[in-house]
Structure formats: C-alpha cells, structure tokens
C-alpha cells in the first residue's frame, strides 16, 4: 500500500513572514495525519526557517549534484540534508525551459537549461544523500497533439534512471505534471492522467512497481484534488498556485486521505 504524498511547490512566491505564517497556519489545519504525507518547497531563502518550525515536510525547488566547490550560486545536497530539507524538486519543467505558460523572452528560454542528463545527476546525489527525490516529467500541448505523450515521458524516465540500482531508486517519487496543465487552470481528465502515471509506472523496475508514489500535478485545486487522487495509480499531487494560501492547501492535502 502506498502511503499517499501532496507537496506544494510555492516557485518564486512569497515574502519571509508570509512563508512562516502559511507553513504555521497548514500544519494548524493538517496536522499529522498517518494517512497522508505532505509539505511544502518554499524558494531556498526561506529553508532553514521553515525546517526550524520542524512542522510540515520541506522540500527545496532544485538542487546541484556536486558536493562543494566552485560552483557559484548553486545548492548541494549535502548542503540540504545537513539543514534537515527533506525533498528535492529535480527536473521540474520551468528548469528545463518547457512552460505551460510563458512568462519570459523566448531568446532567454536557454536559461534554463535542465536536461536529462543533469536530472539523472541530481537524482543519483540526492539518492546518495537521502534527500526523497521529486522527479517531474511531463509532455508540452504540441508533444501531445503530435501523440507523442508517451514517448516522451518514457525517454524523460530511461534518462533520469539511467546507471541507477532498483535498491538504490527506493525512495523515489515522480511526478506527472503536463506543461500544458501548468498554472494554465486546464488540468488533465483524471482518467487520462491515471492512464499516463501507470505507463510511468511500466517504465519503473519491476521490483518498485508496487511501491514508487507517483503524483499529478498541474492546475490541481480543492475542487478537483479529490477525482485525481482517488485514481489507481495516482499516489498525490505536486500543487503549484493552490499550495499558496493555506486554507486551499490544506483542503488538497486532505483530499488524499
Ligand atoms: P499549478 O498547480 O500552479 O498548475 O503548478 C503545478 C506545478 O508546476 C507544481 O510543480
């Protein structure tokens, strides 16, 4: 039985104070319920605050692979693990480039330049730092209209994998997230975002079928949390613009129970 998982994802949202009293006013109306893991990842700022209130789960947005050196402006793992961040967001598809929305030049679009082969990098040190990796994947509108959902995804999963032991992949969680779903308020039909989280699954190792959660995420809301998680092979969701007021998160987190 896999024990259900929702972790807000704030992006670039949020002043100091207002991330404290959200995270304070979540855990006044979540809890601990055993049923159902959740947190939020706040912008790195804001980190060592929140894992202080040592309340709800916190998860960074990204993270580099290297353990120190120098690497100007980036984040290590161990970094993470030391300050007692639980989850690392890898590969989400505003780092690599692909946005439901676009809100930026597209001549800057190089700027953010996640691939493949970087998202198997960070996944394999946050594997060897015990960080609870969140690995996103997920197709643009054009790339489903083409009807090559699938193929992407599972290319996106074989390179995120790659080199790694199914002992070593056990903490592993991915996320579903359509970029055409992606703060668009256009959120998949349920069963066809089941039917892609269990082709995600068929790409997994057979020994961790059974046991890897796999979350949607994209336009996820109080109103439609409940359909999605109560899918078969939708383990939870990765929330973007409804994590941000507690009261609407609280509402998603308890949609999973
Ligand atoms: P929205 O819930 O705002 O669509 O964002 C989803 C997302 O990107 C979470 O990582």
Redesign the pocket.
């Known amino acids: 039985m896999r024990k259900k998982i929702v972790i807000g994802?704030w992006k670039m949202n949020k002043m100091r104070s207002d991330a404290i009293e959200t995270v304070k006013e979540l855990y006044a109306a979540v809890g601990d319920p055993s049923e159902v893991e959740y947190g939020v990842c706040p912008p790195f700022l804001y980190l060592s605050e929140l894992v202080r209130e040592n309340t709800v789960g916190i998860g960074a947005q990204d993270v580099f692979w290297k353990d120190s050196g120098a690497f100007t402006g980036f984040t290590s793992p161990a970094m993470l693990k030391d300050l007692g961040v639980k989850y690392a967001i890898i590969g989400?598809s505003e780092r690599r480039g692909r946005f439901g929305k676009l809100e930026v030049p597209e001549s800057t679009i190089g700027s953010f330049a996640e691939t493949d082969e970087t998202v198997n990098l960070k996944l394999k040190a946050c594997l060897a730092h015990g960080l609870i990796p969140i690995v996103?994947v997920g197709e643009t509108l054009a790339e489903r209209e083409a009807g090559k959902t699938d193929s992407v995804i599972g290319g996106q999963i074989s390179g995120a994998l790659a080199g790694l032991s199914d002992a070593e992949l056990d903490t592993l969680v991915i996320?579903y997230?359509p970029v055409w779903?992606?703060?668009t308020g256009k959120v998949c039909d349920a069963a066809e975002a089941n039917r892609v989280c269990a082709m995600i699954r068929s790409c997994l190792p057979a020994s961790l079928r059974g046991s890897i959660r796999i979350q949607y995420?994209?336009?996820?809301n109080p109103a439609n949390a409940r359909e999605l998680f109560s899918q078969s092979d939708i383990d939870g969701g990765?929330?973007?613009?409804?994590s941000l007021k507690a009261s609407d998160f609280a509402e998603v987190v308890r949609a999973a129970i």
Do not use: D
């Open positions: 994802n989400h996103c996320a997230e779903a992606i703060g995420g994209g336009s996820v990765l929330v973007g613009g409804a």
